[in-house]
Structure formats: structure tokens, C-alpha cells
């Protein structure tokens, strides 16, 4: 029977098993609940060092929580947030931006590879502030790395938050792969730092993802400016999200963090998905779809291909059409990504 090759998503993959030993490591003795413990006092001076300034940090389990929680902080029940069209806030919650700032509006922008520009920003923002009968701008929310598989420069973090600025907007980043954008960028050659990818670009509030990178279920709201996080362990205890035994969250992340740890998951996921890439494309009908600068790989393919691959075991995640979606993940290993190249030629071979 043919091994079942699952690249459908980073989600599928298990934990890193430096993440399980720091969760069986907090499973001993007797700490505070509710944040109060020493994990979680630890993990807010290594996320404050990691950014190079003083951060507040606010642990909690999902993405989802992370990325509606933030954006209710900046945006009232008759705000807007800009963000792009095929974004996870406006595609992939289930409407829970909506559902936490109480019914704020989302202004779809357009953008080629998943990416928003300055004029398509610029362009979102309606001309009606002040205006009684309409919806207030006021955050624009940035997917790093996006929904494509794209990730934006410092510069271009810059460029977009400049023109948030202008109109009045806070800035917050989906960053539930920030670990491979940064890494894709340190990789590019561009010498970012997380400082030089957020707040140093004009980003205001992170949502800073583990889950997808090794993580068991790892998330935070890292706010850049802590006055600004005034009210957020109100909302996240009213959504449910203030963990009791949240050192088990807390350790997850500093253990995460510990000797780069997550840049180093997080490049060997880009460096699989970089591999299948060049694979695949080296195949008759294949089409890469964007540039491939973290561990997402979108790929047009024949519909014979795709029907051999399922039948050698590959999964993958279905788009739309011939659209298909391969991820690389923390634990995928390059004879792996060859394996499932290998099954691709032989299905190329058995349609010839």
C-alpha cells in the first residue's frame, strides 16, 4: 500500500519535539493561574527582547482569537477595517472580526499574489469620515505571510502603513506564519529583524503565530505600544480566551523562541516548499502561480496529474479548478518532497 503523503497544509504536521518537552516540563509543581505564572512572565521579557522594546504580550490559543481580539481593540462597532480580498480575517473566521468588534465592516482591496499595494489601499478608504450614515475606517490588517504564499519586504510593510497613517488607520499583521515570512525575507537577502518587519514598519499590533510551526496550539497578541493594550485582557477574558492554565501556552512559546528555534522550523518548510516548487514545475502543464517566499506552493495542474497524485497518496488542498495548494511544514525532510516529485513523473509517464 502506497504511503499517504499529506502537504494539504502546516496544520496536519505534529510538534516539534523541543514544544513537548516544554509542556511536559510545565506539567510539574504548582504555578498561578491566569497569566500570572512565571512561564508567562518569562515569555513577556524574551518577546520584549526578540522585538527590541518593551511589548505587551497576551498568550491565547487559536489564530483566530488573536487576529479578531486585536482588531476589536482598534476598531469600534461602526469601524472598518481594510484588508485584502482573499485575506484569512475576511475568507477563513467564520466572521469573528465582525462578530468581536460588534459589527464592524471589512473593505476588501484587491492585489496581485495575495499582496496589497499603497494605491489599493489608498483606493479602499472611503472619503465619508465623520460621515453619520457610514461605516469609520479605522485599522488596516496585513497578512505576513499571505494568503498566497507572500510576504511583504520592510519597505513595503513601510509603504503600506504610511498610507494607513495618513487616513487615520491603525495597522495590524495576521502573522500566523510570521516565522516563515521573516525567515523568507532573511533568506531573500533583505537583513530584516521582527523588529524591522513590524513595529519599526509602522505595525501597531501582531497577531504572532506557533501553531502552524511546531506548535501545539501556541498564539500572541503582541502589542508594540503597551498603552495601547489597555483594554485587550478584558476582551479576551469575555471571549473565553484568558487560559487558566495558560503556562502550558506560555511554555510552548518560550521554548519556541529558545536558540531560534522557530526561525529554524520555519526555514526548513520554506526550503521544502522552495524544492517541490522546482519539482513540479519542471513537469509538462504545470504552472506556478506566485512567487514561492515561504512555505506555500499554489500550482496550476493537469487534471490527469492531479488525479495521479491522489491516487500515489499525495494530498494536497484543493483551490479551485486546477488550482492546488502544497505546504511545507516544520518536520517535512527533503526525501520526502522527493518522494512525492517522484510520484508526480511516474504519473506524468503512465498519461504519455
Not at 41 to 51: G, H, I, K, M, P
Not at 81 to 96: I, K, N, P, Q, T
Request: aromatic share 6%; with cysteine.
Amino acid at each position: 500500500m502506497t504511503d499517504v503523503i499529506n502537504l494539504a497544509s502546516d496544520n496536519v504536521a505534529g510538534a516539534a519535539p523541543e514544544i513537548l518537552a516544554a509542556i511536559a516540563s510545565a506539567a510539574g509543581g504548582r504555578q498561578p493561574s491566569y497569566g500570572g505564572d512565571e512561564l508567562t512572565a518569562r515569555l513577556q521579557e524574551r518577546l520584549s527582547e526578540v522585538f527590541e522594546r518593551r511589548v505587551a504580550v497576551f498568550p491565547v490559543p487559536t489564530g483566530t482569537a488573536a487576529n479578531a481580539l486585536a482588531l476589536a481593540t482598534f476598531t469600534p462597532p461602526w469601524g472598518a477595517v481594510v484588508c485584502h480580498r482573499e485575506a484569512h480575517v475576511a475568507v477563513d473566521e467564520c466572521g469573528a472580526p465582525e462578530f468581536y468588534t460588534h459589527g464592524a465592516k471589512l473593505l476588501l482591496a484587491d492585489g496581485a499574489h495575495g499582496k496589497l499595494t499603497p494605491q489599493a489601499v489608498a483606493a479602499a478608504v472611503p472619503e465619508w469620515r465623520g460621515d453619520v450614515h457610514r461605516s469609520q475606517p479605522a485599522m488596516l490588517s496585513l497578512s505576513q505571510a499571505t494568503e498566497s504564499g507572500t510576504t511583504y519586504s520592510p519597505a513595503e510593510v513601510g509603504a503600506l502603513a504610511e498610507v494607513a497613517r495618513g487616513h487615520g488607520l491603525a495597522v495590524h499583521m495576521d502573522g500566523s506564519r510570521f516565522a516563515n515570512a521573516l525567515a523568507g525575507q532573511m533568506g531573500a537577502g533583505q537583513g530584516c529583524s521582527p523588529a524591522e518587519l513590524t513595529w519599526k514598519a509602522g505595525i501597531d499590533v501582531l497577531s504572532f503565530g506557533g501553531t502552524k510551526n511546531g506548535c501545539v496550539m501556541a498564539e500572541a497578541v503582541i502589542f508594540f505600544d503597551p498603552d495601547k493594550a489597555a483594554d485587550f485582557a478584558f476582551r479576551r477574558k469575555r471571549a473565553g480566551h484568558l487560559l487558566s492554565k495558560m503556562r502550558f501556552v506560555s511554555a510552548q512559546l518560550e521554548a519556541y523562541l529558545a536558540d531560534g528555534l522557530w526561525l529554524r522550523l520555519a526555514r526548513n518548510a520554506n526550503d521544502r516548499a522552495r524544492q517541490l516548487a522546482e519539482g513540479l514545475q519542471a513537469l509538462p502543464g504545470v504552472e506556478l502561480l506566485h512567487p514561492v517566499e515561504a512555505n506555500e506552493v499554489f500550482v496550476r495542474l493537469p487534471v490527469a496529474l492531479a488525479e495521479g497524485l491522489a491516487r500515489e497518496g499525495v494530498v494536497a488542498a484543493h483551490w479551485e479548478g486546477e488550482i492546488w495548494r502544497f505546504v511545507g511544514a516544520f518536520d517535512t525532510d527533503a526525501a520526502t518532497i522527493e518522494t512525492v516529485l517522484q510520484r508526480a513523473r511516474r504519473c506524468v509517464a503512465a498519461a504519455v
